[in-house]
């Protein structure tokens, strides 16, 4: 079974400022798929950004990045120029390849991130 | 296009009654999924729909708990003698699933209180 573990329950930025956040994952798997989704407080939970662990290129969606380690098994979101609007609660999750769509592919998600931008 | 989306948005129930809460995918979306959100657990899997094969139910915590998808397309999750413990939020979500690693994307949630 696949575990993913956010040591972080809440952090704090100033605004424009840069953060990052941390996620561990366990798994014997060779292909997954990483995850980072942001819950404000309206519950909607958004797609923030999306890694393939077969490459090695760290996945960029403009202000956010992430810094794959896959021999660590890490799997850190960094954000840039921090804004009012990314104060959110920030989950990482952990999705198995299956090369049959009909097999499923549940996420597995950390304990998530509470994240509070100050102006 | 529109988002998913489910209802109701805030149910409140004494125990031992039964609820349904609904979920509308994306449209052309062909696979489906219930989460549940709580303090005590996090974010846990509860049932995955796709097309016409038979639903992974190997998330759902008890007999009490059930699901079904008509048509391809609206979902419903059931609970029946609900407890004080079943109280979360439930989350639904969609994906096209062309291959199995498709995003998904979620709906703003059903949370169920539980008197």
């Known amino acids: 079974a696949q575990t993913v573990t956010q040591s972080q329950p809440e952090m704090s930025v100033q605004e424009a400022e840069t953060v990052t956040l941390s996620c561990t994952y366990d798994?014997?798997?060779?292909?997954?798929?990483l995850f980072w989704y942001k819950q404000p407080p309206s519950r909607q939970m958004i797609l923030v950004i999306r890694?393939?662990?077969?490459?090695?290129q760290n996945a960029t969606e403009n202000r956010f990045s992430v810094n794959f380690q896959k021999a660590a098994k890490s799997f850190s979101l960094k954000i840039s120029d921090s804004q009012l609007g990314d104060t959110a609660m920030y989950f990482c999750?952990?999705?198995?390849?299956?090369?049959?769509?009909?097999?499923?592919?549940?996420?597995?998600f950390g304990a998530g991130t509470i994240l509070r931008v100050k102006s | 296009g529109a988002g998913v989306s489910q209802s109701p948005s805030n149910k409140v129930t004494e125990k031992g009654k039964d609820v349904e809460l609904r979920c509308d995918p994306i449209?052309?979306?062909?696979?489906l999924y219930w989460y549940r959100q709580s303090l005590g657990q996090g974010l846990e899997f509860l049932i995955y729909?796709?097309?016409?094969?038979?639903?992974?139910k190997s998330g759902l915590p008890s007999d009490r708990f059930s699901a079904e998808r008509t048509g391809g397309s609206v979902s419903t999750l059931t609970i029946q003698r609900t407890q004080q413990e079943d109280s979360a939020v439930y989350l639904c979500?969609?994906?096209?699933?062309?291959?199995?690693?498709?995003?998904?994307?979620f709906g703003p949630g059903t949370r169920l209180t539980v008197l």
């Open positions: 890694q393939e662990a077969y490459k090695q």
């Open positions: 999750a952990f999705m198995k390849h299956e090369r049959m769509a009909e097999y499923g592919n549940k996420l597995v």
């Open positions: 729909f796709q097309g016409n094969s038979a639903p992974d």
């Open positions: 798994t014997s798997e060779n292909n997954y798929y």
């Open positions: 449209s052309g979306h062909t696979a």
């Open positions: 979500a969609s994906s096209f699933a062309r291959v199995s690693t498709d995003t998904q994307y």
